[in-house]
Structure formats: structure tokens, C-alpha cells
């Protein structure tokens, strides 16, 4: 089975600071992948899906990148809406990776 | 706008079955194409995809879930409902109904109900 394994686990963050999360894939997975926001108490929300492309009514200030086994999400200026925790997730087999906690310093 | 909203019960015990529906508000449950999913997550720990079902009740499972997991549709409610069989403490999480979308490739689910915890104990 694909696993994906995200860091870091927690990553602490002033507004306005710029931010990288990523994602690895245990095995190549093309562009297949997607990435979400959860907020404590709800569902998660698509940002990004295949890799690079932004979901309708997500900020710009998000963008993905990333191909065969290492992904990126960076939000380029955080804002108060954004301390959530991030999952990546690939498309064929829908396997989350285990999550990364931004979180305000 | 579609909406999904999970029912069923909030305690189930052990060795018995998890039952849960999913209404879908919005629009017909055969609009697509979509693949109707259960996803299910334990506190502290990311999602876990349990299944999916077609409008015309196709279906496919997690593989660690397989032996014990049934989802099934009803188009004349609307509705897609979960079981899962034998269920022990580790089953002990919220469980989400959400909708499979094609972003190029089946494999993005825009739209999730709120999510209904689920207890496994006796």
C-alpha cells in the first residue's frame, strides 16, 4: 500500500509569516494528489487538488506543487483563518497522510 | 448547493453493527458523475476512507475494511447508508459522509456532512 507521511507534525507561525508543509508518497503517485484544511470540530476542506490546482474559492495566497513522491503545500502569508491542520491525500487509494497542526507562536 | 447530513446511532456495542445514513440535500443523489463515500477519522488522527458507492449501487471498499463493511444507495431517498459488522473499540471514531468528485481523475471529495461521533463500547 501507498503511505504518505507528512511534516512536520506541528509547525508554529506568526500572521503574515510564509509557510511550507509536505508530503511524501511511498511510492510515486504522478500529480494524483490533494490537499486539505480542517478546522477543530469540522470536516476537512479541498484546497488543492492534483497537486497544483486551486480549488474554487480558495485564496490564492495557497499553492501547491510537487510530482512523483514530494509535494508541497505554502501558504505565502498566513492569516488568522489559516491555523487548521493540513492533510495531504492521494487520489487512487484516498489515503490521508496523518496530519500537520499549524498552529500560532 | 449540496449538503450531507449523517444519522444513526452515537453508541454502538461491541461485536454488534454500525449503522449509518447519509441524507443528501441539494440535488438528486443521481446527478453526477460522483461516487458517494463514508470516511471516518479517530481522534488525533487523520481520515480513513471506508468506501464508495455509485448512483446505480456500484461499490468499492478499503481493503482493511472489506470482510466487514456494506454501503449501499436508496435514489428514492436520496440516501446512502454504512454498515459495519463486528465492530470492536478501534471503530471508535467520527464518521463523515462525503461526495467523490473528478478533479481529471476520480479522486476529490468536495463536499462533507458534519461528521457523527461513534462510540464502541459496552
Known amino acids: 500500500d501507498i503511505q504518505m507521511t507528512q511534516s512536520p507534525s506541528t509547525l508554529s507561525a506568526s500572521v503574515g509569516d510564509r509557510v511550507t508543509i509536505t508530503c511524501r508518497a511511498s511510492q510515486s503517485i504522478s500529480n494524483w494528489l490533494a490537499w486539505y484544511q480542517q478546522k477543530p470540530g469540522k470536516a476537512p476542506k479541498v484546497i488543492i487538488y492534483?497537486?497544483?490546482r486551486l480549488e474554487s474559492g480558495v485564496p490564492s495566497r495557497f499553492s501547491g506543487s510537487g510530482s512523483g513522491t514530494e509535494f508541497t503545500l505554502t501558504i505565502s502569508s498566513l492569516q488568522p483563518d489559516d491555523f487548521a491542520t493540513y492533510y495531504c491525500q492521494q487520489y487512487n487509494t484516498y489515503i490521508f497522510g496523518q496530519g500537520t497542526k499549524l498552529e500560532i507562536k | 448547493q449540496v449538503q450531507l447530513q449523517e444519522s444513526g446511532p452515537g453508541l454502538v456495542k461491541p461485536s454488534q453493527t454500525l449503522s449509518l445514513t447519509c441524507t443528501v440535500s441539494g440535488g438528486p443523489i443521481t446527478s453526477g458523475p460522483f461516487y458517494w463515500s463514508w470516511i471516518r477519522q479517530p481522534a488525533g488522527k487523520g481520515p480513513e476512507w471506508i468506501g464508495r458507492?455509485?448512483?446505480?449501487?456500484?461499490?468499492d471498499y478499503n481493503p482493511s475494511l472489506n470482510s466487514r463493511v456494506t454501503i449501499s444507495v436508496d435514489t428514492s431517498k436520496n440516501q446512502f447508508s454504512l454498515n459495519l459488522d463486528s465492530v470492536t473499540a478501534a471503530d471508535t471514531a467520527v464518521y463523515y459522509c462525503?461526495?467523490?468528485?473528478?478533479?481529471?481523475?476520480?479522486?476529490?471529495?468536495?463536499?462533507w456532512g458534519q461528521g457523527t461521533l461513534v462510540t464502541v463500547s459496552s
Open positions: 458507492v455509485s448512483s446505480s449501487g456500484t461499490t
Open positions: 462525503a461526495r467523490l468528485a473528478r478533479r481529471e481523475h476520480w479522486g476529490v471529495f468536495d463536499y
Open positions: 492534483k497537486a497544483s
